[in-house]
Nanobody, 121 residues
Framework: QVQLVESGGGLVQPGGSLRLSCAAS????????MGWYRQAPGKQRELVAS???????NYADSVKGRFTISREYAKNTVYLRMNSLKPEDTAVYYC???????????????WGQGTQVTVSS
């Protein structure tokens, strides 16, 4: 079993900041890419940011320059620093990771339970 646990969401005023974290645990041999997605009510889930094992990051245009994704490899953890938050950023944020559960095993995508981010005055 592989689990991804997110934390750091909450209510923040426009212009504020939050830092999300996601820690992977369980049967893990290796993790390839990790990323953050979000889904607002009535909208499709969209990629916010992703990061490879080599540290190459990719961002949605809507968050570029405001959000920063990073990893701590020894902790199997990915972070999302969100600055200059806007009401449009309100959504449930989900962590995603491509995990190989054992040596020689196939790589699968796993998802966290989601953490709510609400940006409102």
């Amino acid at each position: 079993q592989v689990q991804l646990v997110e934390s750091g969401g909450g209510l923040v005023q426009p212009g504020g900041s939050l830092r999300l974290s996601c820690a992977a645990s369980g049967s893990i041999f290796s993790i390839n890419a990790m990323g953050w997605y979000r889904q607002a009510p009535g909208k499709q889930r969209e990629l916010v940011a992703s990061i490879t094992t080599g540290g190459s990051a990719n961002y949605a245009d809507s968050v570029k320059g405001r959000f920063t994704i990073s990893r701590e490899y020894a902790k199997n953890t990915v972070y999302l620093r969100m600055n200059s938050l806007k009401p449009e950023d309100t959504a449930v944020y989900y962590c995603n990771a491509a995990v190989r559960a054992g040596r020689g095993q196939y790589e699968y995508d796993y998802w966290g339970q989601g953490t709510q981010v609400t940006v409102s005055s």
